[in-house]
């Protein structure tokens, strides 16, 4: 296939949807996790789940880099842009993640100038073009936003830019999956392996989830008829009793993935030994911060942070969302007191959260409709 809507194609759905329901093994029940938020974006959008038998059910992982940003760095990052002459800068989901009193939309309100970016590339060209002001990036993503980070660093020290660093927040994916593993709230029976992180460090490292712990992992594609076929391979996989690492999104996922962009990595950034995750809590080597050599552009060496861990609001359950333990629909205040407008938690503001990807396409009428008939 070469063309975007043949990979939406409505007849050829109908038919993977057919060979799934065949191989499903009748009164078994499936538990499938997609790891990846950009999946979940388009299993509401595209209806998928409708087009699933009753006995498999999809949940969400913790695979939403805003999502997992816990309030104590939103904190940190405002406590940076408020100190003279900063400019904070960050991609635009991150504006209205709250932190434990404001976000940083509302913290422009108090003369904060904290200011929405494209690239990491930006707020080097803004930093080069205003030598008075001291430019923050505040980074955030798994592995597949980290090597931008790290080339905008190399380029940075190539041009000798003095007034530039970054806030660096990027996360692992391989750490997060076993948390989701090793939690004994989730029996699940297999992944939707995330499509865009896989692209950098490709298939192997998720070879222990098949090995150490059984369980089968299709890396994905994020067009529908992409995830259909994942999970038909899933099926495939445990009705032939194995548990293997195969790549349905070969057409942009190298086995081995992107050296180039694994290099640049290991260059600038190393892991740090332990990073709080929003819901997850401490996970050991589950982030990235820069290395030594790079200490004069690490915002974390430039400026005194509080640091200060927060604990989530008591009415917000993005951590059981983030580890699928519950559908966004069943936290309190969904699409009440906690809306795209409103959030009260991180999975409402990202287009990738979970409960954002609910509300938006209006699903969680039908999930309750299909939740109630399992019951
Ligand atoms: S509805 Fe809001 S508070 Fe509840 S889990 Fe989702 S984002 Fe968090």
């Keep these: 296939m070469r063309f975007v809507d043949e990979y939406r ?5 109908q038919a993977l949807a057919a060979k799934i329901t065949d191989l499903c093994e009748p009164g078994r029940h499936y538990k499938f ?36 940003i816990p309030m104590g760095r939103v904190d940190d990052a405002i406590h940076i842009a408020q100190q003279p002459d900063v400019v904070m800068t960050s991609f635009g989901d991150m504006m209205r993640v709250p932190g434990s009193t404001r976000s940083f939309i509302d913290s422009n309100a ?26 923050v990036f505040m980074a955030i993503g798994f592995e597949t936003t980290a090597p931008s980070t790290a080339m905008t ?22 750490p997060a999956i076993k948390a989701v593993l090793d939690s004994p709230d989730l029996r699940l029976d297999g992944f939707i392996g995330p499509g865009h992180v896989s692209t950098v ?8 989830i098949a090995e150490d712990y059984g369980k089968p992992l299709v890396v994905a594609g994020f067009e529908p008829l992409d995830i259909l076929q994942s999970i038909y391979m899933l099926l495939r996989q445990l009705t032939d009793g194995r548990s293997e690492v195969e790549n349905q999104y070969s057409r942009v996922v190298p ?44 915002a974390e060496r430039l400026f005194e942070l509080p640091g200060v861990r927060v604990a989530d609001p008591k009415a917000c359950q993005c ?28 999975c409402m503001v990202s287009s990738e959260g979970a409960c954002a990807a609910y509300y938006n396409y209006g699903r969680f009428e039908r999930s309750r409709v299909k939740e109630a008939t399992r019951a």
């Design 319 to 346: 951590g059981e969302v983030l580890k699928g333990v519950l559908k966004p629909w069943e936290c309190k205040v969904f699409g009440t007191a906690c809306t795209p407008e409103t959030p009260i938690g991180t």
């Design 201 to 208: 460090i490709g298939c192997r490292p998720y070879g222990f």
């Design 110 to 135: 108090d003369n904060t100038d904290i200011r929405m970016v494209y690239s990491p590339l930006d707020a080097l060209k803004l930093a080069k073009g205003n030598p008075g002001k001291h430019v």
């Design 153 to 174: 660093v190399l380029r940075a020290a190539v041009d000798e830019v003095e007034n530039f660093s970054v806030f660096d927040n990027h996360v692992t994916v391989i």
């Design 33 to 68: 996790m997609e790891v990846c938020g950009g999946h979940t974006h388009t299993i509401y959008k595209h209806g998928l789940e409708d087009y699933l038998p009753e006995n498999i059910q999809l949940v969400h992982g913790p695979g939403c880099p805003v999502c997992v």
């Design 9 to 13: 194609d409505a007849d050829r759905a």
């Design 255 to 298: 086995w081995d993935g992107n050296q180039a962009a694994l290099r640049a990595i290991s260059d600038v950034m190393e892991l740090r030994p332990y990073f709080e995750w929003r819901g997850l809590g401490f996970i050991s080597h589950s982030a990235l911060r820069l290395r030594d050599d790079y200490a004069r552009f690490d």
